[in-house]
């Protein structure tokens, strides 16, 4: 070969790799550490109402302003466009089959309309604005059970679909008055 590696001068003593120094095994450490670390990423129980919604706003309020001045970047744009048709043909696509499943009373309109709240406000809330959000499969599945039940029972679905929207709501603020993400 070209190139000789020369070997070294002195070799270090092996004792420490054979016989590697022992630590103390605390487990009391180790929990403080994993405490420490759960409080750090927000997901201790503060136990105060609505005390982790209050230390995720305290600690993303300094990052806010940037996240929209940085989402007018060329890269940021085109990513805009690319979600705008990933998500706009399942809305459409789903849609259309929400209409037959449901006696048209969720049809392609609906579905645009919700995915455009939907995904502005989850998109402006939740810190994830790529996210995709709209109909899918399982939905579909879920819509058409609750329209065949209401056939079945005599209600009528618009309204029923409702209160299951409003019992969530209701389910979720509870979940985040009482810190449930911190379990």
Known sequence: PAIRIEPPAAIPSQDTRKRPPEK?????????????LREESGLART?????GLMNDLKRK????WTDFKDALAMQCIASWIFLYFACLSPIITFGGLLAEATGRNMAAME?????????MFYG????????????TGPVLVFETIVYDFCAT???????FRFWIGTWISIILLILVAIDASAL
Do not use: H, N, R
């Open 24 to 36: 103390p095994v605390d487990e009391a450490d180790e929990e403080e550490e994993e405490q420490k």
């Open 47 to 51: 136990g105060v109402l609505f005390g």
């Open 61 to 64: 309020i300094p990052w806010y």
């Open 111 to 119: 579905s645009l309309v919700s995915g455009f709240l939907c995904g």
């Open 124 to 135: 402006f809330f939740s810190g994830q604005p790529l996210t995709i959000l709209g109909s």
């Open 153 to 159: 029972m005599g209600w009528d679905y618009l309204s």
